[in-house]
């Protein structure tokens, strides 16, 4: 008797992304948690694993971005994403500042 089994769905991050998340090996700071940005201000997207609130998808690992507006205590970041503008919402955690990028 043969049951057909169907794979079982782990999500964004069970199990199978691990050590992707895992690059931080260094403790979070206070001051890292409490970073300000300005609306304006170029950030690059970097997942902080140790934080796991506002945390983007990984696929927005190391993209630049723009911050376009706060929400609460969390920013949001316009980015492009394979030729479509989206916007994304996530704490200082898991942004750094960037230069701004150059033109052609």
């Known amino acids: 008797m043969y049951i057909n089994m169907v794979k079982r769905v782990r999500g964004n991050r069970g199990g199978h992304s ?4 895992s690059k931080h090996r260094e403790r979070t700071t206070v001051n890292q948690l409490l970073k300000l940005f300005e ?7 970097d997942l902080n694993s140790e934080v796991q609130d506002a ?7 190391g993209k630049p971005g723009k911050i ?3 929400r609460g205590e969390a920013y949001e970041v316009s980015l492009m994403d394979g030729g479509k503008e989206k ?3 996530t704490t200082s955690a898991h942004l ?3 230069a701004p990028p150059k033109k052609a």
């Open 96 to 98: 750094k500042k960037s």
């Open 68 to 70: 376009v507006g706060k």
């Open 18 to 21: 691990r050590q992707q998340l």
């Open 39 to 45: 609306i304006g201000d170029n950030v690059v997207i």
């Open 87 to 89: 916007t994304i919402v």
């Open 55 to 61: 945390m983007p998808h990984p696929r927005f690992q």
